[in-house]
């Protein structure tokens, strides 16, 4: 079983920056899959990105070359650097380690884009 918590959240402006945290109760070094979602008002919850323990990452077209998933073993943490962020990636975004056939989530953190 894998706890997971988010941080990071807040309100910025649209071309600001933000740093998401999501801090696991036990080691990540094996955790194949660690990734990011986010869910927007009134819509479903998406992929942002994701990062295997090899060191594959997959992104979201709407934030390539704009978010960046990272993972620090060392700290069990997971982190999702944001930049030139747009109103558009106003959701509450949320952690998700896969342990099959399980899957773990954490209770998401607010990030509200707006000027």
């Known amino acids: 079983q894998v706890q997971l918590v988010e941080s990071g959240g807040g309100l910025v402006q649209p071309g600001g920056s933000l740093r998401l945290s999501c801090a696991a109760s036990r080691s990540i070094s094996s955790i194949y899959v660690m990734s990011w979602y986010r869910q927007a008002p009134g819509k479903q919850r998406e992929l942002v990105a994701t990062k295997t323990s090899g060191g594959l990452t997959n992104y979201a077209d709407s934030v390539k070359g704009r978010f960046t998933i990272s993972r620090d073993n060392a700290k069990n943490t997971v982190y999702l650097q944001m930049n030139s962020l747009k109103p558009a990636d106003t959701a509450v975004y949320y952690c998700?380690?896969?342990?099959?056939?399980?899957?773990?989530w954490g209770q998401g953190t607010q990030v509200t884009v707006s000027s």
């Open positions: 998700k380690a896969v342990v099959p056939p399980y899957e773990y």
